[in-house]
Every structure is written in C-alpha cells, then in structure tokens.
C-alpha cells in the first residue's frame, strides 16, 4: 500500500513538474548572398591614345580615373563549391590594333573571410575571364581601399592597325558566381 | 518510511506551485536587404519585435494567495538545437504585464542567455502578456548558410 502511494505522489509531481518549464525556438535562417560593387561608382574609365610629339616616338597613352575597387559580399553554403569573379566585354569593340588589359592587384582594407586570390593581367574580350578566385564566405569593406583594386590601361599591339581618330564606347560587366 | 513519504509530498507541492505560458518564439530571416551595400557584413546585431513574446505566470494549482502575494523567479537557458558558438542571443523585459498586485525586479537591461540557467527577473503575485525582446549577435556572411537554431527555456520556481 506504501509502495502505490508513493508511485502515485512521483507521479502526481513530475506531471505537475512540466508547468514551470516552457521552451519556444529562437532561429535564424541565414541565405546565400552573393553582393557586388565598383567604387568610386559613378565614374566612366577614360583611356586615350596621344600621337607622338616626334617621328619614330611612340603614341603616348592619357588614362584618367582608371582605377576602380572591387566591392563584395558572399555567404555561401557548407561544402558549396568556391565563387569567382569573373568579367567580360558587354558592349563595343576594342579599336584595331589596341589591347584592353586590366590588372587586379592583391587584396587590401577592412575585410574578412575567404577572400579569394587575384588573377593579376587579363586581356579583356567579350569572353569571361576570372580576375578573383576561390572566394567563400567573406566581405572585402566597403568603398575605396577596401577588396580589389583593378586598374585598366591600353596597349599597342599593332601600330598598322591603329586609326588616331577612332574612339569606342566599351561597356564591361563584372560577376561574382559559382564554379 | 513516513519521512520518505513526507519529503515526496513536500517536494511535490514545490514543484506544483507556479506556472509558466510562453507564447511564440523568434524566427528571422536575414536576407540581402540587411546588408548596407556590397562590401559589408550583416549588421553587428539585431533585435525582435519588442513584444515578441508574452510571459503568462501564475500559482499552480491555483491559489489566491499566492496569485497574490506569491514570489516568483523566472530562469532562462538555451539548448542549441543547430547552432555556432560565435552567436550570443539575450532577450530583455520590456513590460510589466498585468497583474493586481506585486512589483518587478531586473529583466529590463539585455540578459544572454547561456547554456546555465541564471535568473532572468523576479516578481510577486500573477502577471500576463510580460513582454519580452530578443537580441542576436554574431551573425555574419562568414558563418556557412543554414538555419542556426536554439531552444529558450523558461522556468519559474517559487523562490
């Protein structure tokens, strides 16, 4: 008889144990992002070819504000393959004789995370080229002096081919994805 | 055999008398928005809703007296369901709730909330709706992509 009651009072305690005890969830579900940004933005590259002062010279290059950073954001999955930015010729055409070249120069500022490795000299065409690699979760800081610093400049490849006159309006697009 | 008899009844009688209601709990989703231009990492924190979630708490079985005049403390701890050690989440009281008499103590600043439990606040008598706020810290871009989630756990002993 002893034995029931005290089975009974147990239980009778631990069913009311459950009143003073509640549990909600806290979560946070963070998604994949993948943010990209030129500064200063609202700057056109200018680049221009000067014929020399001199016969037998060769044509001098005027570029202006031809540097720009490379901003970025990218969260990305567990075991999800690495990011890379990549670029390309979106609109017009290199006039003949010229070479387009751009140069990433090693990461600088703020940032944090897998950051990625440049790719330093390109040749631009209106293929996709990568100019940063194997970036994973990371953010380069925002604005100047922080991410990639690119630098575009001009190079003569054929002075037959050169027209002094001629002028192009060329669009380049840059994009931060998956392998 | 009789004081056996007589620790399981007073022991039960501890343990029966308050009571705790918790209403929803906190699911956030971050999102690109949250991120103030390329370049930059989620904000250093963020904050809920300040009634994200209500409180209720009273004497159990029910008594007047102690709805009255009965002492409460409310505990809170965490157990991570899927979650990363650089997050820090606290929670805070934002109101009183309603009650006929009895004050409140402590729970206004930000509280983290540990894996131990540690006592929240305290207060007298039955409240409803207390209102509370949630905080996180640590979520970043370089955490891998997933939903983190944690187990809030609130206990209210008669102390």
Same mark, same amino acid.
């Given at each position: ?15 009311? /144990? ?13 998604? *994949? ?17 000067? /014929? ?6 060769? /044509?001098?290059?005027?570029? /202006? ?26 609109? !017009? ?17 703020? !940032? ?24 994973? !979760? ?16 001009? *190079? ?24 | ?5 007589? $620790? ?28 103030? =231009? ?17 409180? +209720? ?10 709805? %009255?005049? =009965? ?30 008499? =009895?004050?409140? +103590?402590?729970?206004?600043?930000? +509280? ?10 305290? %207060? ?7 209102? $509370? ?8 871009? $370089? ?15 008669? $102390?």
């Amino acid at each position: 008889m002893r034995r029931i009651i005290i089975i009974l009072l147990l239980s009778g305690s631990c069913l009311f /144990a459950q009143r003073n005890e509640k549990d909600i969830n806290a979560s946070f579900e963070l998604q *994949e992002i993948a943010l990209l940004d030129m500064k200063p933005s609202n700057t056109n590259v200018t680049l221009a070819l000067v /014929a020399p002062k001199d016969s037998g010279e060769k /044509a001098g290059i005027i570029m /202006a504000n031809n540097s720009k950073w490379l901003n970025f954001t990218s969260a990305i999955r567990k075991g999800a393959s690495a990011r890379n930015v990549t670029v390309k010729i979106d609109g !017009g055409n290199i006039p003949k004789g010229l070479l387009l070249k751009l140069n990433t120069a090693p990461f600088q500022g703020r !940032g944090k995370g897998v950051l990625g490795n440049n790719v330093h000299v390109i040749t631009l065409s209106h293929r996709s080229q990568s100019i940063v690699q194997n970036i994973g !979760g990371a953010y380069t800081g925002n604005g100047v002096g922080n991410g990639y610093k690119l630098t575009y400049f001009l *190079e003569i490849q054929n002075y037959n081919d050169l027209d002094i006159n001629a002028s192009e309006t060329i669009s380049v697009s840059l994009t931060l994805s998956d392998f | 055999m009789r004081y056996a008899v007589f $620790l399981i009844v007073l022991f039960s009688s501890v343990v029966r008398s308050q009571e705790v209601k918790v209403s929803s709990g906190w699911y956030k989703v971050m999102k690109v928005s949250d991120i103030y =231009g390329a370049g930059n990492d989620y904000p250093e924190y963020v904050e809920s809703r300040r009634k994200e979630t209500k409180l +209720h708490i009273k004497a159990f079985p029910k008594s007047k007296q102690k709805d %009255l005049y =009965g002492s409460f403390s409310v505990f809170v701890h965490q157990e991570p369901v899927n979650w990363h050690a650089s997050l820090e989440l606290s929670v805070r009281r934002t109101s009183k709730g309603k009650g006929k008499k =009895g004050g409140m +103590h402590g729970g206004d600043n930000w +509280h983290q909330i540990h894996r131990f439990s540690s006592r929240f606040f305290k %207060l007298v008598g039955k409240k409803d709706g207390v209102d $509370l706020q949630y905080r996180i810290k640590g979520l970043s871009v $370089l955490l891998p992509v997933d939903t983190y989630t944690t187990e809030i756990v609130f206990t209210v002993l008669n $102390l």
